[in-house]
C-alpha cells in the first residue's frame, strides 16, 4: 500500500483513481500530476515502483492538500463569518451560501431527512 500525502492509496485502484482519495486532488491535477511525472494512469498502486513513489512525492509538495487545505479553507470560512458577510451570515446560519434554493430543497445542509405529516382527522357526525 503506497502512502502519498499522509493518505494511504488502496492497491487495487488505478493510480489516476487512487491520487483522488487525497483531500484536494480531483482527476484534472491527478492527470496533470501523472502527465509532469511521467506515470502511466492505468498503471495499479500495487504496481508503482519506488522511483515513480518518489517522484510523485516531490509533485505533491507543491500542492495544498490535506491537512493544510482544510485549515486553509476553515479559516477563510471563519473570516467570513467574522466579517459578517452574507456568505458568512449563511454559513452561521447553517444554510446554503451558493445562491441554492432554500425554502423547499438544502435538506443535507440544514432541514434534515424529510418527515411526512399525516392527514387530518375528518369529523364524525
Do not use: F, W
Amino acid at each position: 500500500m503506497a502512502r502519498l500525502g499522509g493518505v494511504d492509496l488502496p492497491n487495487n485502484k488505478r493510480i489516476d483513481v487512487a491520487l483522488c482519495y487525497i483531500y484536494g486532488i480531483g482527476p484534472a491535477l491527478s492527470a496533470r500530476l501523472l502527465q509532469s511525472t511521467g506515470v502511466k494512469p492505468e498503471t495499479r498502486v500495487k504496481e508503482l515502483a519506488e522511483a515513480d513513489i518518489v517522484k510523485l512525492q516531490q509533485a505533491l509538495r507543491d500542492c495544498v492538500i490535506e491537512g493544510d487545505l482544510r485549515r486553509k479553507v476553515t479559516l477563510d470560512v471563519k473570516r467570513l463569518i467574522e466579517i459578517g458577510s452574507y456568505r458568512g451570515q449563511r454559513h452561521r446560519k447553517g444554510l446554503p451560501s451558493r445562491g441554492q434554493r432554500s425554502r423547499t430543497n438544502a435538506r443535507t445542509n440544514r432541514k434534515g431527512p424529510k418527515r411526512t405529516v399525516a392527514n387530518k382527522k375528518v369529523a364524525t357526525k
